[in-house]
């Protein structure tokens, strides 16, 4: 079939998240279809990408966006006069309307496949046998939880706050007007149907590929906890925050050589500053192969307080073979058990614990690893994850032959 993928973010390379999603569901979907890729690009997206992008996809559209606070403000008072979610209208870009108005009044597509709920506004208004909308999260919870957790002197609580019920409904019809919805896990899938979307949606987990996600052979120099995600996200940087004032202080004082590293672009000057002060804590910034510190790395911590969605660090983690402490949410979605794959706790004191067990027990430090990378190759590579794309775009064949 001849698909055109929608994405708000260049799929490659997969270092965050979001790319890491949509990359292994382009891979799988370029094997049986012949994929057209439309993608917003920004100033640190090289030329080298697009190439690669370019050896699975037929072609490879791409739309400049950037974003200002000036824009930021215009788009939150278009919102205001409005009604519609901030979120969705700075990600409205005319050039990205007309490079697709033109893409497919030339030629037909089967499938429209929108990755994340930015791009559904482009895909409705376009021919296609199919349109399928691809839910990294329901994005309503993910802005609810971070209101609730942002402090009351933060102006953005506000904006959060009023977004995230703007967001609930827009995110009911928008999953009412696709012909087939995917979500991420089965709390995804309750928390859009609360919000008034259709009941068929179709449970696809993040996947990976646990080839190149291979067990890596750890060697720490000494008690090393490690943290890796983008740190300029307001989740990442309220859970680091939280570990560093309530928990960390407790480690230490029980492990008094441990160090701990924070990987992730764009960490915010107070991280920075709080390095300086600490000898044990090292904030990197963005690194462009962080095997040497997981080599290096005792555990890694996941203290997220608020989300939605899957952690994909998680998933990497557990392919790499590194033990990990999360809370309930950092895992949400997750098919982990505590004390098998995973350790879970949602409070400092039993966190804490949690960490120095790992940095003590090496035989309960390989268990943990061990059936974590067991886990994620029985449930989470993309080879097996995606197949009920399979059966959701047969459907589209389906209808065209009736």
Known sequence: ?????????????????????????????????????????????????????????????????????????????????????WMMLRDQRADMRHALTALTAAEPFDIIHADQLNMGQYALPLPARRRVLDLHNALWVLYRRMAETLPPTNPMKYLVGRDWKLLKRYEGQMCRDFDAVTAVSEEDRQALIEAGARDDIVVIPIAIDTDQQAFIPRRPSGPHIIHIGTMYWPPNIAGITWFLDQIYPIIKRRVPDVRFTIIGARPPASLVERAQSDPSLTVTGYVDDPLPYFQDASLM????????????????????????????????????????????????????????????????????????????????????????LDEIYQAAALEHRG
């Not at 260049?10 to 990359?23: A, F, I, Q, R």
């Not at 640190?44 to 699975?56: A, G, N, R, S």
């Open 1 to 85: 079939m001849r698909v055109l993928l929608l994405t708000q973010v260049l799929p490659y390379p997969p270092d965050s998240g979001p790319k890491v999603k949509t990359y292994y569901v382009l891979k799988y979907l370029a094997q049986r279809h012949e994929v057209t890729l439309a993608s917003f690009i920004r100033e640190t997206d090289k030329p080298e990408y697009i190439q690669h992008l370019e050896t699975l996809c037929e072609r490879v559209i791409t739309v400049p966006i950037t974003r200002s606070k000036f824009d930021d403000l215009r788009f939150l008072g278009q919102s205001l006069l409005t009604g519609q979610p």
């Open 301 to 388: 911590v996941v203290p997220l307080l608020a989300g939605g969605g899957m952690r994909v660090k998680i998933l990497n983690a557990l392919s790499q073979g590194i033990p990990m402490v999360t809370t309930t949410v950092g895992c949400e979605g997750i098919a982990v058990t505590h004390g098998k794959d995973i350790l879970i706790a949602d409070e400092p004191d039993p966190f804490a614990e949690a960490v120095i067990r790992l940095l003590n027990d090496a035989e309960l430090n390989a268990y943990i690893a061990q059936n974590g990378r067991r886990t994620v190759e029985e449930r989470y590579d993309y080879r097996q994850v995606c197949r009920p």
